[in-house]
Antibody, heavy 119, light 111 residues
Framework: QVQLVQSGAEVKKPGASVKVSCKDS????????IHWVRQAPGQGLEWMGWINSNSGGTSYSPRFQGRVTMTMDTSISTAYMELSRLRSDDTAVYYCAMVLSGTYYFDYWGQGILVTVSS | QSALTQPASVSGSPGQSITISCTGTSSDVGGYNYVSWYQQHPGKAPKVMIY???NRPSGVSNRFSGSKSGNTASLTISGLQAEDEADYFC???????????FGGGTKLTVL
């Protein structure tokens, strides 16, 4: 049973950074792509980028380029997403989602993490 | 990359069929057959219902079907049931890039 388990809710001040995690309990990270998708309250899904679990290669949405960093610790099957220079409109639920190699859809999702940016 | 365009809301009565559209460009929806659809109930993570335009993952009801014409993809739900009430999002790989893009979402109300 594949499960992506994300870390707990975060509250941050404007200008700060947040680093959230996503742990694969099903041991399928290897060779696949971990994406990060966010959803502001009452809004749609917004794709942020991905990291390849084998190579560590990344691709970031131009909207977040320069503010987002995606990393992995393969020894503990955990992916991380760090977003810097937070603004109030970064308040959202942040999901990790897996795209299996060779496919083009989000097959497995984490439960989501609410990140609140408020002074 | 602009979001794909979906209607904000659709509604239907139990037993009826509804169709949700998803309009993009020749760089995303119209590029390759890499359009997918996701169902999201309140407070839950999205769940894939259709992938590669018209394929259903194992376990998804055959009441859900997908199609595409040009730069517009469509999700059809037949035999509407109360449990189908949810938000639906389309997503697409963007050709010639390594990016993905989603639609703004459609709220389905079962009357």
């Amino acid at each position: 049973q594949v499960q992506l388990v994300q870390s707990g809710a975060e509250v941050k001040k404007p200008g700060a950074s947040v680093k959230v995690s996503c742990k694969d309990s099903g041991y399928i990270f290897t060779g696949n792509y971990i994406h990060w998708v966010r959803q502001a309250p009452g809004q749609g899904l917004e794709w942020m980028g991905w990291i390849n679990s084998n190579s560590g290669g990344t691709s970031y949405s131009p909207r977040f380029q320069g503010r987002v960093t995606m990393t992995m610790d393969t020894s503990i099957s955990t992916a991380y997403m760090e977003l810097s220079r937070l603004r109030s409109d970064d308040t959202a639920v942040y999901y990790c989602a897996m795209v299996l190699s060779g496919t083009y859809y989000f097959d497995y999702w984490g439960q989501g993490i609410l990140v609140t940016v408020s002074s | 990359q602009s979001a794909l365009t979906q209607p904000a809301s659709v509604s239907g009565s139990p037993g009826q069929s509804i169709t949700i559209s998803c309009t993009g460009t020749s760089s995303d929806v119209g590029g390759y057959n890499y359009v997918s659809w996701y169902q999201q109930h309140p407070g839950k993570a999205p769940k894939v219902m259709i992938y590669d335009v018209s394929n259903r993952p194992s376990g998804v009801s055959n009441r859900f079907s997908g199609s595409k014409s040009g730069n517009t993809a469509s999700l059809t739900i037949s035999g509407l049931q109360a449990e189908d009430e949810a938000d639906y999002f389309c997503g697409s790989y963007v050709t010639s890039t390594t990016f993905w893009v989603f639609g703004g979402g459609t709220k389905l109300t079962v009357l």
